[in-house]
């Protein structure tokens, strides 16, 4: 039996990173497809092109906004779920910058990277609400 526990760990922070951060207001979302492309895949992507920017010109529309952050997100959890075990967890993969990494670091880096852009996008709606508490507490969860 193969060990994927530290696998399936990073997938739940994955998804609660991604899912529980508000990242409709994220633009720098980008850096998921980046990331993926030069660790699962051929690393030929680049900045400036419309695989990474599709909405360069400005003209974004939320609804496709949202489907791309969707479609970049379930890509790079589909590559990090294809690991076989653990051991994985370890193996230099590319960065888009040129530089190998770890698995693992690369995988952490994603989640800091959503969890980081989830906390500014909280903060500034609490802040343009009527007061600056945390939503959670205010539904009843503390």
Do not use: C
Not at 14 to 35: K, N, P, T, V, W
Not at 58 to 67: E, I, L, P, S
Not at 110 to 135: C, F, K, Q
């Amino acid at each position: 039996m193969n060990d994927r526990g530290g696998i399936e760990t990073l997938l739940g922070l994955l998804d609660e990173a991604f899912r529980g951060a508000g990242i409709e207001g994220s633009d720098e979302s980008q850096a998921l497809l980046m990331y993926d492309e030069y660790a699962f895949g051929a690393g030929s992507l680049t900045w400036g092109t419309p695989a990474v920017e599709p909405w360069a010109d400005g003209n974004a529309h939320r609804d496709d906004v949202m489907t791309w952050l969707e479609r970049a997100h379930e890509q790079f959890v589909t590559h990090v779920a294809k690991l076989a075990d653990d051991s994985e967890l370890d193996r230099p993969r590319r960065t888009n910058w040129g530089e190998p990494r770890p698995t693992r670091w690369i995988v952490a880096a994603m989640v800091t990277h959503d969890v980081y852009h989830a906390g500014e996008i909280n903060h500034l709606r609490s802040l343009l609400g009527p007061d600056d508490r945390w939503r959670y507490i205010q539904q009843g969860f503390g």
